[in-house]
C-alpha cells in the first residue's frame, strides 16, 4: 500500500527547480517527483547545485483532442525505430507534452504496463482516446513483434484521417461563417438604420412604395421581437446540434441528408471513402483477418450509411462471400473502389489496392474542397448583394420618387 501511495504521489506531483551547472550556468527546468528532496538528490547526481525548488501549480488542463493522440503515436513511433525501449518512450513523451490531461493520461498508461499489462490492454482502459480500431492495430504488432511498423501505420492513419477533417470543415466554416456575419449585419440594419429612415419619410406626406413598405414591415417585427428571432434561433441551434449528437435517428437522417445535398454531398461521400479504404486498408495490412477489421472500418467513415453497409458487408462475408460482391450488393461504393478491390482480391495485395483507393479519394476531397471554394464565393456574393442591394434601393425608392416631383 505504501509503494502504491508513493507511486500516486510521483505521479501526480511536478517541481520546478533553478540551480547552476558545474560551469556556474543559471539552469532552470522542472521535475515529476514525491517530494523536494527527492528533486534535490536527483539534481545533485547530475552535479547540479540547486537554489530553488518549488511545487508547480496543477490545473486541469485543456481536453485531449484527436491531434494530441497522433502527436504521441508518431512521437512513440519515431523512439521506438530508435531503440528507446517502450517504458522510456512513455516517460518523455509525458514530460515533453504541454496538457497536463495528457501527461497523466500518459503516466497512467505508463503504469500499467510496468505493472506487466499488455499495452493494447493498457490503452482499452481509455476507450474515449484510444478506439477498437487503435487497440485492436498495438494487439496486432504485439503478437506480431512489429509494435513499431504498426504505431507509425498508424500514425500515418491518425495525420491522413485529420487532414480529411480538417479540409472538410475548412470547405464548410467560410460560408457558415459570412452568413452567420450577415444575419448579424442584416439585424443591425433592420433594428437600427430602417427606423431612422422611417422617422425621415413619415415628414414626407406621401404614399410610399411597395418594396419600402415591406421592408419597413419587416424591420418593425424585428425591432419587437429581436429577442424572440435570436432566442429561437439560438435554441433551435443548440436544441438540433445536441439531438444530432445523442439521438441514433437523427444521426441517420442527417448522414442520409448530407450524401444528397448537391456539391456537399459529393464532398461528404468522397471523404467516407477516403477514410473507409484507409482503415481497412490500416488494418488488413497489420494482418487483422478481414471480419475483424470490418468491425472498426464502418464507424471510422464517420456517416452511418457506410456503417450499416459495413455490417452488412461483415455478415456477408463472415458466410463465404466475396469481399467485391458484398461491396457491390450495398449500392454505396463507388464502381471504382469496388473494381480494385476485386483486383486486389484476385492478385493477394488488397491491402495495397485499397491504400490506392484510398489516396485516389483523399486527391479528389482536395479537389472537391478547392471548387467549393471557389464556387462559394460567388453564391454567397450574389445572395448577399441581392439582400442588402435590395434593402438599399426599397429605402432609396421614396428619395428618388420625391427627387421626380420636386
Not at 39 to 44: M, Y
Not at 182 to 190: D, G, H, K, P, R
Not at 374 to 386: H, K
Request: glycine share 8%.
Amino acid at each position: 500500500m505504501a509503494t502504491a501511495s508513493a507511486a500516486k504521489n510521483f505521479k501526480d506531483i511536478v517541481f520546478e527547480w533553478e540551480g547552476k551547472d558545474k560551469n556556474g550556468k543559471t539552469v532552470r527546468g522542472e521535475m515529476r517527483a514525491g517530494g523536494e528532496a527527492m528533486v534535490g538528490a536527483s539534481l545533485r547526481r547530475q552535479g547540479i547545485l540547486v537554489n530553488k525548488v518549488k511545487k508547480r501549480r496543477t490545473s486541469g488542463g485543456k481536453s485531449i483532442k484527436q491531434k494530441d493522440i497522433a502527436i504521441f503515436t508518431r512521437q512513440l513511433s519515431t523512439m521506438m525505430r530508435a531503440g528507446v525501449p517502450l517504458i522510456q518512450s512513455f516517460e518523455i513523451v509525458a514530460r515533453g507534452s504541454t496538457n497536463p490531461r495528457m501527461t497523466r493520461l500518459l503516466i497512467e498508461i505508463r503504469s500499467d504496463v510496468e505493472t506487466g499489462t499488455s499495452l493494447s490492454s493498457a490503452f482499452r482502459k481509455h476507450p474515449l482516446y484510444f478506439d477498437a480500431l487503435y487497440c485492436n492495430l498495438v494487439e496486432a504488432g504485439e503478437a506480431g513483434g512489429i509494435l513499431e511498423t504498426l504505431l507509425d501505420r498508424l500514425a500515418i492513419y491518425q495525420e491522413k484521417t485529420m487532414a480529411i477533417k480538417a479540409k472538410i470543415k475548412s470547405a464548410l466554416i467560410y460560408p457558415i461563417a459570412v452568413l452567420v456575419v450577415a444575419f448579424v449585419v442584416l439585424s443591425v440594419i433592420m433594428i437600427f438604420v430602417i427606423p431612422a429612415f422611417e422617422d425621415v419619410f413619415k415628414s414626407f406626406g406621401a404614399d410610399l412604395p411597395a418594396p419600402t413598405l415591406i421592408v419597413i414591415a419587416i424591420s418593425k417585427f424585428f425591432t419587437s421581437y429581436w429577442y424572440l428571432i435570436f432566442g429561437i434561433l439560438g435554441g433551435g441551434v443548440y436544441f438540433f446540434l445536441q439531438s444530432w449528437k445523442r439521438s441514433e435517428k437523427m444521426q441517420k437522417f442527417m448522414d442520409r441528408l448530407l450524401l444528397r445535398i448537391p456539391v456537399f454531398g459529393d464532398l461528404i461521400n468522397k471523404s467516407s471513402v477516403a477514410r473507409w479504404t484507409r482503415t481497412l486498408s490500416t488494418m488488413f495490412a497489420a494482418g487483422v483477418p478481414l471480419v475483424e477489421a470490418l468491425d472498426s472500418v464502418g464507424g471510422a467513415s464517420g456517416n452511418a450509411v457506410f456503417a450499416e453497409a459495413t455490417e452488412q458487408i461483415q455478415k456477408d462475408v463472415s458466410t463465404g462471400s466475396a469481399l467485391t460482391a458484398s461491396m457491390q450488393s450495398t449500392n454505396v461504393f463507388p464502381v471504382m473502389v469496388i473494381q480494385m478491390c476485386g483486383i486486389g482480391e484476385e492478385s493477394g495485395s488488397l491491402d495495397s489496392m485499397l491504400g490506392k483507393a484510398a489516396e485516389f479519394y483523399e486527391e479528389e476531397v482536395d479537389e472537391a474542397v478547392k471548387g467549393l471554394s471557389s464556387l462559394m464565393e460567388p453564391i454567397i456574393i450574389v445572395i448577399l448583394g441581392t439582400l442588402i442591394g435590395g434593402i438599399v434601393v426599397s429605402m432609396y425608392l421614396p428619395i428618388f420618387k420625391l427627387g421626380q416631383v420636386v
